[in-house]
Antibody
Framework: QVTVKESGPVLLRPTETLTLTCTVSGFALNNPYTGVSWLRQRPGKALEWLATLFSSDDKFYFPSLRTRLTVSKDTSSTDTSRRQVVFTMTTVDPADSGTYYC???????????????????WGQGTLVSVSS | DIVMTQSPLSLSVTPGQPASISCKSSQTLLNRDGRTYLYWSLQRPGQSPQLLIYEVSNRLPGVPDRFSGSGSGTDFTLRISRVEADDVGVYYCMESTHFPWTFGQGTKVEFK
């Protein structure tokens, strides 16, 4: 069974760095043509795609947030079965408050116009609040 | 960025009756490879989104056949032939033909 689960702090102060971890099971991060994405849902707003780490090791970020976002595989453990993707957002602001999700892309297409895919398995989401 | 516009934003339905949601994109979603990367998801109350339909009209395994997707270019529609209690929630369309991938605002479906 494929699952993804987010973890990380729920309360931050403005200007701090948000670091979230997505722990996946049931698939490997290097499975061909797969990816793990981060999305968020701020109060009263639509879902927003933020970043994706593809199995090709390509990384894509929402353009206007590009300078604040990083997504990477967690390589700190020698346990090869540990499958985690780390998401960071620097200099958070109260406007960044919301529910953050990680989600799997089961099969992407890559062509001359870029990557194409969607999210079939989502985590339960983690509610992040930014307040002074 | 592509703008995805859903309508209506709220839909009150009678159980057993049909429902229809429109999603319009600001640019064609037909990709150079001939495929159209338009998806529909449902977020039930208190839950994470669930992918229902991929590439306009293909249901994921386990999705009831009362759900159907159609459309092309910039105009797309999700139809529910007979709405059931389990169908209540917010429906989102999403495109991944263009970068960045973009969602519609969502359509809230509830019972009368």
């Amino acid at each position: 069974q494929v699952t993804v689960k987010e973890s990380g702090p729920v309360l931050l102060r403005p200007t701090e760095t948000l670091t979230l971890t997505c722990t996946v099971s049931g698939f490997a991060l290097n499975n061909p043509y797969t990816g793990v994405s981060w999305l968020r849902q701020r109060p009263g707003k639509a879902l927003e795609w933020l970043a994706t780490l593809f199995s090709s090791d390509d990384k894509f970020y929402f353009p206007s947030l590009r300078t604040r976002l990083t997504v990477s595989k967690d390589t700190s453990s020698t346990d090869t079965s540990r499958r985690q993707v780390v998401f960071t957002m620097t200099t958070v602001d109260p406007a960044d408050s919301g529910t953050y999700y990680c989600a799997r892309i089961p099969l992407y297409v890559y062509d001359s116009s870029g990557y194409h895919g969607a999210f079939d398995v989502w985590g339960q989401g983690t509610l992040v609040s930014v307040s002074s | 960025d592509i703008v995805m516009t859903q309508s209506p934003l709220s839909l009150s339905v009678t159980p057993g009756q049909p429902a229809s949601i429109s999603c319009k994109s600001s640019q064609t979603l037909l990709n150079r490879d001939g495929r159209t990367y338009l998806y529909w998801s449902l977020q039930r109350p208190g839950q994470s989104p669930q992918l229902l339909i991929y590439e306009v009209s293909n249901r994921l395994p386990g999705v009831p056949d009362r759900f159907s997707g159609s459309g092309s270019g910039t105009d797309f529609t999700l139809r529910i032939s007979r709405v059931e209690a389990d169908d209540v929630g917010v429906y989102y369309c999403m495109e991944s033909t263009h970068f960045p991938w973009t969602f519609g605002q969502g359509t809230k479906v509830e019972f009368k």
